[in-house]
């Protein structure tokens, strides 16, 4: 009988029902789609970064 918390409260994952199920399931792709799409994010605002710093020496020094 797995267990699964929900909001603080524990659930018999079998006593659920498949609609229940479903949409636990939903819920979880969503919850490892955002992880996915933060960590993205993340990656590109390192990049980002890199290449600002890149073109920021590639600059001349001085304006004219």
Same mark, same amino acid.
């Given at each position: ?5 929900? %909001?603080?409260? /524990?659930?018999?994952?079998? !006593?659920? &029902?498949? /609609? $229940? @199920?479903?949409?636990? =399931? &939903?819920?979880?792709?969503? %919850? $490892? /789609?955002? $992880? @996915?799409?933060? !960590?993205?994010? !993340?990656?590109?605002?390192? $990049? @980002?970064? =890199?290449? &600002? !710093? =890149?073109?920021? /020496? ?7």
């Amino acid at each position: 009988m797995p267990m699964i918390k929900i %909001d603080g409260k /524990e659930y018999d994952l079998d !006593a659920l &029902s498949e /609609e $229940a @199920r479903n949409q636990l =399931a &939903s819920l979880q792709f969503v %919850d $490892a /789609e955002l $992880a @996915r799409l933060n !960590a993205q994010v !993340a990656v590109c605002k390192t $990049a @980002r970064m =890199a290449y &600002s !710093a =890149a073109l920021n /020496e590639l600059l001349p020094k001085t304006l004219s």
